[in-house]
């Protein structure tokens, strides 16, 4: 009977947890919802470092080889490209990311990553190199000292080696050239993109807007929420934005438990329900031993002493323990009455699984 109201208060605290969390869970707006347009851009380059103390690529490397004869050839300078030594210099890929808003002049942070057989990029210096996006417009211009933040010093066998010295980083080394232009609110309308569609979700932040700001809201899809701009904020439409994404929403989710099976962790959202359902639970254990005896001869026989083993088999199994829940539970109060009766980590996993394909389990089971 204390075994029982152990058990019953158990759950009963497992229940107050889960309804706790679920009460708790509103956010604001902009942290489940982005405004759509505002969006980074990718950007790539190809070019040449410059500088390098005997690391850069090879004579095989061709594409090296006729870069630094174009680069020159630009210059006035006319090279025998089958002449070059290029040791001194890497051919990379330049790569960066161009956030939204930025203006003409402002500077951005660029990758650069060797694409030859270059030791180290180290102390090398990055040449002019133009940054297009992928509509082909150049949008940024890259040039600057490249820092690796790694090394490779030694010869032969005894090299040692720190990160990866053909991949560095050229802070503030790109200026933008161009800007993306934004039509934000420019046609009286905004978009709210969700980060996880859902109906339930998408009509709440309509519902929301619609309370503060009046009729201007309509949620268009699960994943995206259209908004007019009111009268007197078709000039702030800045502060329009900012006071929308203050506004607190309650999101929905769909009901799912995730388990992974490696660290026997087990995650479960709050509205998970299991239909009623008894479980049983319990262990067969067979351990084997061996004892070593000696077989004495008779006195006075010429027999010799021999070793025998002898086998022992023993069986034991644990008493089942059955757990009936009603269908008010939860996966909570299943986890919880598991762990009570002793239950290991992966024998819950299991009985999860089982209770899923039984249909019981009114959730989406995610194994990791």
Excluded: W
């Amino acid at each position: 009977m204390k075994r029982i109201t152990a058990l019953f208060m158990a759950l009963c605290c497992l229940l107050t947890f889960t309804t706790a969390f679920a009460d708790s869970a509103v956010t604001r707006l902009k942290d489940i919802a982005k405004v759509q347009g505002v969006r980074s851009n990718q950007l790539v380059g190809y070019g040449l470092v410059v500088g390098l103390n005997g690391t850069g690529d090879s004579n095989k490397t061709l594409e090296t080889l006729q870069s630094v004869a174009n680069m020159l050839r630009q210059f006035g300078v006319t090279v025998n490209q089958a002449a070059l030594k290029t040791k001194n210099v890497a051919a990379v890929v330049v790569t960066a990311t161009l956030p939204p808003f930025v203006r003409e002049g402002d500077t951005i942070d660029v990758t650069v990553s060797s694409m030859g057989d270059a030791k180290s990029i180290q102390g090398g210096t990055l040449i002019q190199t133009p940054l297009q996006a992928g509509n082909g417009q150049v949008y940024a211009v890259a040039q600057g000292a490249v820092s690796t933040g790694g090394f490779t010093a030694g010869n032969g066998g005894g090299n040692q080696q720190k990160n990866f010295p053909t991949v560095g980083t050229t802070p503030n080394g790109a200026i933008v050239e161009k800007t993306v232009e934004d039509d934000l609110g420019t046609d009286g309308m905004i978009s709210l993109s969700l980060a996880n569609p859902d109906f339930t979700t998408a009509d709440r932040i309509a519902q929301t807007i619609n309370m503060r700001f009046g009729n201007v809201a309509r949620a268009a899809n699960p994943g995206r929420v259209d908004v007019s701009l009111p009268p007197y904020y078709r000039n702030n439409v800045v502060g329009f934005i900012a006071g929308v994404e203050e506004l607190p929403v309650m999101p929905d989710n769909i009901a799912r438990v995730v388990v992974n099976e490696r660290t026997g962790t087990i995650v479960m959202g709050g509205d998970v329900s299991v239909d009623n359902v008894a479980i049983t639970q319990g262990g067969l254990s067979i351990r084997v031993t061996q004892e070593e005896a000696a077989s004495q001869p008779a006195p006075f026989s010429y027999g010799t002493t021999v070793v025998t083993k002898n086998d022992d088999v023993e069986v034991e199994e644990d008493k089942a323990h059955s757990i009936v829940l009603p269908a008010t539970a939860d996966v909570s109060d299943i986890v919880g009455a598991l762990n009570a009766v002793g239950a290991t980590p992966r024998d819950i996993i299991s009985i999860l699984q089982a209770i899923k394909a039984s249909g019981a389990l009114h959730a989406e089971l995610e194994i990791i």
